[in-house]
């Protein structure tokens, strides 16, 4: 630990409670403590706050529909495009020449896309687009790393209104098969690779894979050249275009930003669930676009004039929300970097921040602690002095990386938000409003205004304060999902609860996670409550996991659980009983990595594959997760008296602990 570190213990550790400086609070787009009260007598009107931050090509005429719950309806009959809201309005603002997009390359190659250079790309990129036949309401699937390419691909998707389907370049070919094929997406944008600490990432062949798993006919490919001579010469099939060329043929094009009413479909994004399969979450053009819009105001206290960075990708929702449609449609710059912060050195997230004066900043507690880990040697290399708010997302922040950041980042100056939102909220829902409220590290805070979140038993019956339960939302919000593509019967189970026995009789939003709440109404995200793993901020199904291990020939039956993981908040273990005639083996083990790579891609790998004849079961034949993860965690055991075989389990355990 450097000392840094060890005043920060000295001094910071023991303080619970931390206030906004005066200077940030006389600047910050909302100081006044009154807004939560202005929105809770006026709700559900306190919202058109939001849509009034947008451009309407006609006005809605009802805030909410609220007439087929959960089917909510927000900012009916209105119209407008997200292009036209993110990039032409900016344009003609008169900001035409202020920077949009910042992007740095992993070598530090850099692209400046002024507003007006952005307009001009995504006209011409939707002119290609609808040339190669995709029409309104057709799904676009884009299958990209951080490149410049892939905002513009998503704003001439909404230009046409064509919704995008983003799906995270990490993901295997398999991953992208099945999205496809769930959303019936006929075209795809993707990328020849991309470098990695280094190394140029062949991309094409694992696009290619994909495209082969796809069941229905795919009428169009567009590939951008991003390695140049670094490429790995793959030839583009009859349906495949070079991005390039495709901009070279429609130079100069201009194409009309279609109205679209507020409820059409922006796009889709794909998330983990329970199950084994994917759900399709469909975000909406208004309420979606407002609900970014307002809180990128709000809680990330965005300007015009803001140089703003969020470290996520944008193949996840943080990005579509916080690097693209939030940032871009206050007529902010928002940076992308295509790289991981270690590359070529620890303090290369700190160069960018003080190459680019960025003033907001937002980023994942894993990423934090790794920053920890490293040493405070990195961010003091470098002037961090332009910013002036820091922000966290993705899973629960503990209270000393917490300060770390807020010490070592923010130099004590920048306010902390904790954002606590999910793929299908849209948007932050718990979070403190850095120009108003206190701070207090390892929870989030407040529900947002005009957002009625609240902690409740099994019941559905609100909890005593300091009690933990799990986390609901009582009362729609514009940027919520409206239904999961295609079903809105899992739509309805997966999310939703009918209270009938109150007076009005009430749907309540359930996230799937555990929480508690303060006197002061600050709630603490205690993680998920379902089957979900949350791995370096990332969403894993352990269902999905265990049926890519069941796949590896020679796999009889696996369980996958969460451990306990120092960086990555949780990391995958995997427990896995093979078929006779199988050997417990090294290359076993690297079949199985294999094929959990394979089906999702390796940010689900497993961080040990503990081989076991049989799997703590109970008398029903229930697999005793709970057991399962005290072995990973190396905590005392709980009751085993149910279980049918009590005797593996301390066979388990000695197999992970490596005695
Ligand atoms: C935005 C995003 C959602 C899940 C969510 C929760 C966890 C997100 C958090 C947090 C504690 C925070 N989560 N933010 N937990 N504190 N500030 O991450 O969306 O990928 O859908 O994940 O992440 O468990 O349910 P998504």
């Given at each position: 630990?450097?000392?840094?570190?060890?005043?920060?213990?000295?001094?910071?550790?023991?303080?619970?409670?931390?206030?906004?400086?005066?200077?940030?609070?006389?600047?910050?787009?909302?100081?006044?403590?009154?807004?939560?009260?202005?929105?809770?007598?006026?709700?559900?009107?306190?919202?058109?706050?939001?849509?009034?931050?947008?451009?309407?090509?006609?006005?809605?005429?009802?805030?909410?529909?609220?007439?087929?719950?959960?089917?909510?309806?927000?900012?009916?009959?209105?119209?407008?495009?997200?292009?036209?809201?993110?990039?032409?309005?900016?344009?003609?603002?008169?900001?035409?020449?202020?920077?949009?997009?910042?992007?740095?390359?992993?070598?530090?190659?850099?692209?400046?896309?002024?507003?007006?250079?952005?307009?001009?790309?995504?006209?011409?990129?939707?002119?290609?687009?609808?040339?190669?036949?995709?029409?309104?309401?057709?799904?676009?699937?884009?299958?990209?790393?951080?490149?410049?390419?892939?905002?513009?691909?998503?704003?001439?998707?909404?230009?046409?209104?064509?919704?995008?389907?983003?799906?995270?370049?990490?993901?295997?070919?398999?991953?992208?098969?099945?999205?496809?094929?769930?959303?019936?997406?006929?075209?795809?944008?993707?990328?020849?690779?991309?470098?990695?600490?280094?190394?140029?990432?062949?991309?094409?062949?694992?696009?290619?894979?994909?495209?082969?798993?796809?069941?229905?006919?795919?009428?169009?490919?567009?590939?951008?050249?991003?390695?140049?001579?670094?490429?790995?010469?793959?030839?583009?099939?009859?349906?495949?275009?070079?991005?390039?060329?495709?901009?070279?043929?429609?130079?100069?094009?201009?194409?009309?930003?279609?109205?679209?009413?507020?409820?059409?479909?922006?796009?889709?994004?794909?998330?983990?669930?329970?199950?084994?399969?994917?759900?399709?979450?469909?975000?909406?053009?208004?309420?979606?676009?407002?609900?970014?819009?307002?809180?990128?105001?709000?809680?990330?206290?965005?300007?015009?004039?803001?140089?703003?960075?969020?470290?996520?990708?944008?193949?996840?929702?943080?990005?579509?929300?916080?690097?693209?449609?939030?940032?871009?449609?206050?007529?902010?710059?928002?940076?992308?970097?295509?790289?991981?912060?270690?590359?070529?050195?620890?303090?290369?997230?700190?160069?960018?921040?003080?190459?680019?004066?960025?003033?907001?900043?937002?980023?994942?507690?894993?990423?934090?602690?790794?920053?920890?880990?490293?040493?405070?040697?990195?961010?003091?290399?470098?002037?961090?002095?332009?910013?002036?708010?820091?922000?966290?997302?993705?899973?629960?922040?503990?209270?000393?990386?917490?300060?770390?950041?807020?010490?070592?980042?923010?130099?004590?100056?920048?306010?902390?938000?904790?954002?606590?939102?999910?793929?299908?909220?849209?948007?932050?829902?718990?979070?403190?409003?850095?120009?108003?409220?206190?701070?207090?590290?390892?929870?989030?805070?407040?529900?947002?205004?005009?957002?009625?979140?609240?902690?409740?038993?099994?019941?559905?019956?609100?909890?005593?304060?300091?009690?933990?339960?799990?986390?609901?939302?009582?009362?729609?919000?514009?940027?919520?999902?409206?239904?999961?593509?295609?079903?809105?019967?899992?739509?309805?189970?997966?999310?939703?609860?009918?209270?009938?026995?109150?007076?009005?009789?009430?749907?309540?939003?359930?996230?799937?996670?555990?929480?508690?709440?303060?006197?002061?109404?600050?709630?603490?995200?205690?993680?998920?409550?379902?089957?979900?793993?949350?791995?370096?901020?990332?969403?894993?199904?352990?269902?999905?996991?265990?049926?890519?291990?069941?796949?590896?020939?020679?796999?009889?039956?696996?369980a996958v659980v969460g451990g306990d993981h120092e960086v990555k908040g949780e990391a995958v273990y995997a427990y896995v009983i093979l078929e006779d005639g199988y050997e417990e083996?090294?290359?076993?083990?690297?079949?199985?990595?294999?094929?959990?790579?394979?089906?999702?891609?390796?940010?689900?790998?497993?961080?040990?594959?503990?081989?076991?004849?049989?799997?703590?079961?109970?008398?029903?034949?229930?697999?005793?997760?709970?057991?399962?993860?005290?072995?990973?965690?190396?905590?005392?055991?709980?009751?085993?008296?149910?279980?049918?075989?009590?005797?593996?389990?301390?066979?388990?355990?000695?197999?992970?602990?490596?005695?």
């Amino acid at each position: 630990m450097s000392d840094g570190d060890g005043e920060l213990e000295a001094r910071l550790v023991e303080q619970e409670e931390f206030e906004p400086t005066e200077e940030f609070v006389e600047q910050a787009n909302v100081s006044d403590p009154g807004i939560y009260d202005e929105f809770e007598e006026n709700w559900p009107h306190s919202w058109e706050r939001a849509a009034e931050m947008l451009d309407w090509f006609d006005d809605y005429d009802q805030v909410l529909d609220d007439s087929d719950e959960p089917f909510y309806e927000w900012f009916v009959n209105g119209k407008l495009n997200a292009s036209y809201n993110c990039v032409d309005r900016h344009v003609e603002n008169g900001d035409k020449n202020r920077v949009a997009i910042k992007w740095e390359g992993e070598h530090g190659d850099t692209r400046t896309y002024t507003y007006q250079d952005l307009y001009r790309e995504v006209n011409e990129f939707a002119a290609a687009l609808r040339e190669l036949g995709v029409e309104e309401d057709d799904v676009v699937t884009l299958y990209m790393p951080m490149v410049p390419e892939l905002p513009i691909a998503m704003l001439a998707c909404a230009r046409i209104g064509a919704p995008h389907s983003v799906v995270f370049a990490g993901f295997s070919a398999d991953a992208l098969a099945t999205r496809m094929n769930s959303a019936d997406s006929r075209f795809l944008v993707t990328c020849d690779g991309y470098y990695r600490r280094g190394d140029a990432l062949d991309h094409m062949e694992k696009a290619n894979e994909g495209l082969d798993g796809v069941d229905h006919g795919v009428d169009a490919t567009v590939v951008v050249d991003r390695l140049g001579d670094d490429g790995f010469g793959h030839d583009l099939k009859g349906n495949q275009h070079d991005w390039d060329d495709l901009m070279a043929d429609h130079d100069g094009d201009r194409v009309d930003p279609v109205e679209r009413d507020a409820e059409d479909m922006l796009f889709l994004m794909y998330t983990s669930g329970t199950t084994g399969e994917p759900k399709g979450v469909k975000h909406t053009t208004g309420g979606y676009l407002a609900y970014t819009s307002w809180t990128s105001h709000s809680v990330l206290d965005l300007k015009p004039e803001d140089t703003y960075w969020c470290s996520a990708d944008i193949g996840w929702i943080t990005g579509h929300s916080y690097i693209v449609y939030g940032p871009l449609s206050l007529g902010t710059t928002t940076v992308m970097y295509e790289g991981t912060p270690d590359y070529p050195q620890r303090d290369r997230l700190w160069e960018i921040v003080e190459k680019y004066a960025v003033d907001v900043f937002y980023t994942a507690p894993t990423a934090i602690r790794a920053f920890m880990k490293w040493g405070s040697q990195f961010p003091e290399r470098r002037d961090l002095s332009s910013l002036r708010l820091l922000g966290t997302v993705g899973e629960p922040i503990n209270p000393r990386a917490w300060k770390w950041y807020y010490q070592h980042i923010g130099d004590e100056e920048c306010p902390v938000v904790d954002t606590w939102w999910q793929t299908e909220t849209g948007g932050m829902m718990v979070t403190t409003l850095p120009g108003v409220g206190t701070m207090k590290p390892g929870s989030a805070g407040p529900p947002l205004p005009g957002i009625d979140a609240r902690v409740v038993d099994t019941n559905g019956k609100e909890v005593e304060a300091g009690r933990a339960g799990y986390i609901t939302v009582n009362k729609p919000w514009p940027g919520m999902l409206r239904t999961l593509y295609d079903n809105d019967e899992r739509f309805i189970s997966e999310y939703w609860q009918e209270y009938s026995d109150s007076d009005e009789g009430e749907w309540v939003y359930f996230p799937e996670d555990g929480a508690k709440i303060d006197d002061d109404g600050y709630i603490t995200i205690l993680g998920r409550v379902d089957d979900v793993l949350n791995v370096s901020g990332h969403r894993l199904g352990t269902m999905e996991i265990e049926s890519a291990i069941v796949g590896v020939e020679g796999v009889a039956e696996a369980a996958v659980v969460g451990g306990d993981h120092e960086v990555k908040g949780e990391a995958v273990y995997a427990y896995v009983i093979l078929e006779d005639g199988y050997e417990e083996t090294e290359e076993m083990r690297g079949k199985i990595i294999e094929g959990v790579e394979d089906a999702i891609g390796p940010i689900a790998r497993p961080e040990q594959v503990v081989f076991t004849p049989e799997l703590p079961k109970t008398r029903s034949g229930k697999i005793m997760r709970r057991l399962l993860e005290e072995i990973a965690n190396d905590e005392e055991l709980g009751d085993t008296t149910t279980l049918r075989n009590p005797d593996i389990v301390e066979d388990i355990q000695t197999k992970v602990r490596g005695d």
